[in-house]
């Protein structure tokens, strides 16, 4: 019998976490409907509303409580210094926010030491971190398109990068790094104080979190001669111990390990050099410690 929960209002993100957010839901086994009012969708989830929103109001309505949780910034979160509840780290739209300026303004590397002018849509982090290095500034706010204030209309812009292309495009050079960023559910205090909308909203979280350790692993299965199984195993690293079972005719064993996707080209290679045989490599789909 399943039991009846509070409603639950999660905000989904408009822009650029839009397309990762929805790949994650759909992996987890999550439909997402359009609706015909286009801002919200319904989820395939008993006792989830959604509604679709910038980042930038999501995280406003989580600290006001009219949203229970719902996907932002780590950056947006720090510089409203709302206090949330952070329930997962997706690792999606990795980001930094960095203070850069171009080479001709540098001295020996580093900011001048006069008044400069610095630009930003990051107003309290951009103060709170001239107020740290002891700069003397002036802010100016920007509403985008940041990268293009200097060196006319600022001598130093405080801004969100991925790769640094749009950096080094404008002759920018990156001189000091404010925080780390990526996409992040978040939920209300008031709603983690419901003990049934905290069970529904922490459920969400594991299985999103299943599916993004599932995509980091691969499930690694080999047949290995009994006089070689202990070398074998020696270098699998398998979140805890390796699933084994004995082949027909006591021929070996079959092992299984969900391994990290990155040490493969290392890792099959050694497999085989040690004694593995008839190796298979396969995706994951959810993985649930």
């Not at 039991?3 to 992996?27: C, F, N, W, Y």
């Not at 319904?42 to 930038?56: D, G, T, Y």
């Not at 812009?157 to 978040?186: K, P, Q, W």
Request: one cysteine or more; aromatic letters at 4%.
């Amino acid at each position: 019998m399943i039991r009846e929960t509070s409603q639950v209002k999660i905000a989904l993100p408009k822009g650029r976490m839009h397309d990762g957010v929805m790949g994650l839901l759909a992996d987890a086994g999550v439909q997402v409907r359009t609706s015909n009012r286009g801002y919200r969708p319904v989820l395939s989830m008993a006792n989830f509303e959604a509604k679709i929103l910038k980042p930038q109001n999501i995280i406003e309505m989580l600290s006001l409580g009219s949203r229970d949780m719902g996907f932002a910034g780590a950056d947006w979160v720090a510089e409203l210094g709302v206090d949330l509840v952070e329930l997962l780290d997706t690792g999606l739209e990795p980001v930094k926010l960095v203070a850069a300026a171009s080479a001709e303004l540098l001295e020996d590397g580093a900011l001048p030491r006069r008044r400069l002018v610095i630009a930003s849509e990051f107003e309290n982090l951009t103060r709170k971190w001239i107020g740290e290095i002891g700069i003397d500034a002036t802010f100016v706010r920007s509403y985008g398109a940041t990268e293009v204030f200097p060196p006319e209309d600022a001598d130093c812009i405080v801004d969100l990068v991925s790769s640094g292309a749009t950096l080094r495009a404008n002759n920018l050079l990156e001189v000091g790094e404010l925080m780390r960023s990526s996409t992040r559910l978040y939920a209300s205090p008031a709603a983690m104080r419901d003990p049934h909308k905290r069970e529904a909203m922490e459920g969400l979280a594991m299985v999103l979190r299943s599916v993004l350790e599932a995509r980091g692993r691969v499930m690694l299965e080999i047949n290995v001669p009994a006089d070689k199984l202990e070398s074998v195993i020696k270098i699998l690293p398998c979140m805890r111990e390796p699933t084994m079972s004995p082949l027909h005719g006591g021929a070996g064993y079959a092992v299984k390990a969900a391994v990290p996707r990155e040490k493969l080209p290392s890792l099959v290679p050694e497999v085989k050099r040690r004694g593995g045989t008839d190796i298979v490599v396969t995706k994951l789909s959810q993985i649930v410690p």
